[in-house]
């Protein structure tokens, strides 16, 4: 592989396919309860949905320091790669594309590029992987790049909340805020678009948000889903991922995979325990 490929730890991309595809992952930094750590190595999801159940924790996160990625494209550089793909969280989401772009200008800004998915989880997940297939065709840095964002552009993600508390602390939502106020009495569906969290619909029930959400990746997908790459988010809510799968897979029999990937405490931290999400990445037309 000529181009090394880069992504951060909000993609929750499952370890092996990461290793398969041999995508390097930075993880952003986590704090709670006094301590400080690492997305994912530090914190799991286990211990984030514990700690986030409890009304009065918090859990603050951070992006990953310049000199963090700076160190990690020189090694990958001096290891004999001719250049650098680093594809992350939607910049308008949190600081991880500043970061990498600072030390992308460091570090060498013709070999090291830069890519807002515009995305996150799965989303940016399909991305990396996307950039690492090309990357193993022997593409060059701007079709590698070309790749990743392509598969970004095309892909959709929707997921609901038991609540819009930990996206309001966070300042996530936006134009959401306006039902904080009845989130007791909904549960809320939301979506990936133009890079930022937005409000979609609200429903009454858990199972009638998992019935929209599987409706919602069939629409994304097409009838039959032939070559779309799916992947079902959950936290703390391991049976009803499981369930949303096993519906994703009656209804898209084609889809080419579907990804099962707990979130860590970057995403939880504003989504909170019970989280469910869908991502779909319809085949390119």
């Known amino acids: 592989m000529t181009i090394a490929v880069v992504t951060d730890s909000t993609s929750y991309l499952p370890g092996e396919l990461a290793a398969e595809h041999r995508?390097?992952?930075?993880?952003?930094?986590?704090?709670?309860?006094?301590?400080?750590?690492?997305?994912?190595?530090?914190?799991?999801?286990?211990?984030?949905?514990?700690?986030?159940?409890?009304?009065?924790a918090r859990v603050t996160?951070?992006?990953?320091?310049?000199?963090?990625?700076?160190?990690?494209?020189r090694e990958l550089l001096d290891d004999g790669a001719?250049?650098?793909?680093s594809v992350h969280l939607s910049r308008l989401l949190s600081g991880t594309w500043e970061a990498a772009r600072i030390a992308a200008d460091e570090v060498d800004p013709g070999r090291v590029r830069v890519v807002d998915s515009?995305?996150?989880?799965?989303?940016?997940?399909?991305?990396?992987m996307a950039a690492a297939r090309a990357a193993s065709a022997g593409l060059t840095g701007a079709l590698v790049e070309d790749a990743a964002a392509d598969v970004a552009a095309r892909s959709r993600v929707y997921f609901c909340v038991d609540s819009l508390e930990h996206l309001r602390r966070g300042g996530r939502i936006g134009a959401?805020?306006?039902?904080?106020?009845?989130?007791?009495?909904?549960?809320?569906l939301l979506h990936m678009t133009d890079g930022m969290i937005k409000p979609l619909e609200k429903v009454r029930t858990t199972a009638r948000a998992m019935t929209r959400l599987v409706e919602l990746a069939?629409?994304?997908?097409?009838?039959?889903?032939?070559?779309?790459?799916?992947?079902?988010?959950?936290?703390?809510?391991?049976?009803r991922a499981e369930e949303l799968r096993h519906r994703l897979a009656e209804r898209l029999p084609g889809a080419s995979s579907c990804v099962l990937s707990e979130v860590g405490a970057v995403l939880g931290a504003h989504a909170g325990p019970g989280l469910l999400g869908i991502v779909v990445v319809p085949p390119a037309r």
Do not use: C, N
Request: charge should be neutral.
């Open 176 to 188: 959401a805020t306006a039902w904080v106020g009845s989130a007791l009495a909904v549960k809320p």
């Open 82 to 85: 001719q250049g650098v793909v």
């Open 118 to 128: 515009r995305s996150a989880a799965m989303g940016l997940g399909f991305a990396a």
């Open 23 to 56: 995508i390097r992952v930075v993880p952003l930094r986590v704090q709670w309860g006094g301590q400080i750590g690492r997305d994912v190595l530090d914190i799991g999801s286990s211990e984030v949905a514990q700690v986030l159940r409890d009304p009065t």
């Open 218 to 239: 069939v629409r994304a997908a097409g009838e039959s889903g032939d070559g779309a790459e799916l992947a079902v988010h959950h936290l703390g809510a391991a049976a």
């Open 61 to 73: 996160t951070s992006r990953p320091a310049p000199a963090e990625f700076a160190a990690l494209y």
